[in-house]
């Protein structure tokens, strides 16, 4: 199957893919009981044309949830690279399963069969950790790059041979590729797919599903790109973050520790300037603390852990969301639930 029928197909199943949402994550409830200052603004919202979904939970409990334009918040939409904050989550469960030593594991010895003839003596020194905070130092394959990228034959091939256009732990360079070797690392390390040990591993929490997701041509799952997910779904994903990693029912699926770590701000966007941890932003909104994970069009995932808010929106998955102002007008958004949450 060539590049422009599988994504045909996957744009197919990302409408159409069926999601088991359970009763963690309620609807019509939540809409009859939302604060009245809350569903101003959600109905205020529908005046970004972008915008599809948005769900709020505030201490465990859905306050608000809208569909915007014939849309619904158990539909399937392509994440993008809020799904870089899912492998991630699979990273972290790795280490803590043993099939990883921890975030300074250089990733040359795992991926030895895929380095290139001659090998840039600093690939030796990349390890799982510059790989999770966009730090490797390998040459971006996003933006400009990224379709150069996905039309070779062999993807983690094709990002390990990337030139170094800095030391590995220098400056923040966002790449899809990071976290593409990410995936290839788990599924060596895992003895399964990506999608699989996703499912293995956070199949128990109620409300969670990845349905589509797209492949290179070995197969292996596509690290921090096209997934789809529901925002239901994201949000099911959000509260597990917030609640320390643990579902409602009290098992641990994520280490505590873990979340601890990949919220800390290891360096900075120099497009945005949020900082950025092992797969997470973070940046002031509103005047709390909020980490989140930011898919291209406008798909977002946020957690107040102060607030004991989690949010998830999605969007057109068309068209961009830094540059044309759009995602800030989600961070603005953002900011007036906050408001309800305070007050």
Known sequence: MNRRTLLAALSLTLTTAPFSV????????????????????????RSLPALRTVIVARNGAV??????????????????SASKSI???????????????????????????????EPD??????????????????????????GRWVSSRNWVRAAL??????????????????????????????????????????????GFRIGAWERDPQGIYLGGNQMAMSARSLLAFGELYRNGGRTPEGAQLVPEDWIR????????????????????????????????AWGYGGQMLYIVPDLGLTVAMTSDESGPS??????????????????????
């Open 22 to 45: 359970r009763a963690q994550t309620p609807s019509s409830t939540a809409a009859a009981n939302a604060p009245a200052d809350l569903t101003r603004i959600l109905d205020d919202a």
């Open 63 to 80: 306050a608000a949830e809208r569909g915007y334009r014939g849309h619904t918040t158990g539909e399937s939409t392509n994440i993008k």
């Open 87 to 117: 492998i991630s989550a699979l990273v972290g469960i790795a280490i803590d399963k043993g099939l990883l030593q921890g975030v300074d594991q250089p990733i040359a010895p795992i991926l030895r069969g895929d380095l290139p003839a």
């Open 121 to 146: 003596p600093r690939l030796a020194r990349v390890t799982i950790g510059h790989l999770l905070s966009m730090q490797a130092g390998l040459e971006r394959m996003s933006g400009g790059n990224y």
């Open 161 to 206: 041979a990337a030139p170094f256009v800095d030391e590995p732990g220098g400056g923040m360079l966002y790449s899809t590729a990071s976290t593409h070797l990410l995936s290839a690392i788990l599924t060596k390390v895992g003895g399964k797919p990506t999608l699989v040990l996703a499912h293995d591993w956070l199949g128990p929490l109620e």
């Open 261 to 292: 770590q990949s919220w800390q701000s290891r360096t900075r966007s120099r497009f945005s300037n949020d900082g950025y941890g092992y797969g997470w932003f973070e940046r002031v909104i509103g005047g709390r603390t909020v980490h989140f």
């Open 322 to 343: 830094a540059r044309n102002g759009y995602r800030d007008d989600l961070h603005a958004l953002l900011a007036k639930i906050i408001g309800t949450a305070e007050s």
